[in-house]
Nanobody, 115 residues
Framework: VQLQASGGGLVQAGGSLRLSCAASGSIFSMNYMAWYRQAPGQQRELVAGISRGGSRDYADSVKGRFTISKDNAKNTLYLQMNSLKAEDTAVYYC??????????WGQGTLVTVSS
């Protein structure tokens, strides 16, 4: 499975962006899908994840501002980001896991939030 992330860009603080992650194959059977981010000089961190059954988890720093969702019919993962802050600036990556040995990553999309 190949993942193609898109939707990043430059936005002012307080603004919104929606990231998309299109999969080359079906995501219905994926155990877990998630968005990670990596800011310059920092380690990659989990932003939000969603299980096959729809359970969601979020990093404390984005709770109440970001929403993860998926559309199985379109084989696409989304991240709606509202009330963006300068500290949300990072390269955002999508990840999909279908079990042991089946872990896929997208190429990343840059989000820049100006204060």
């Amino acid at each position: 499975v190949q993942l193609q992330a898109s939707g990043g860009g430059l936005v002012q603080a307080g603004g919104s962006l929606r990231l998309s992650c299109a999969a080359s194959g079906s995501i219905f059977s994926m155990n877990y899908m998630a968005w990670y981010r990596q800011a310059p000089g920092q380690q990659r961190e989990l932003v939000a994840g969603i299980s096959r059954g729809g359970s969601r988890d979020y990093a404390d720093s984005v709770k109440g501002r970001f929403t993860i969702s998926k559309d199985n019919a379109k084989n696409t993962l989304y991240l709606q980001m509202n009330s963006l802050k300068a500290e949300d600036t990072a390269v955002y990556y999508c990840r999909s896991n279908a079990g042991s040995g089946y872990d896929y990553w997208g190429q990343g999309t840059l989000v820049t939030v100006s204060s």
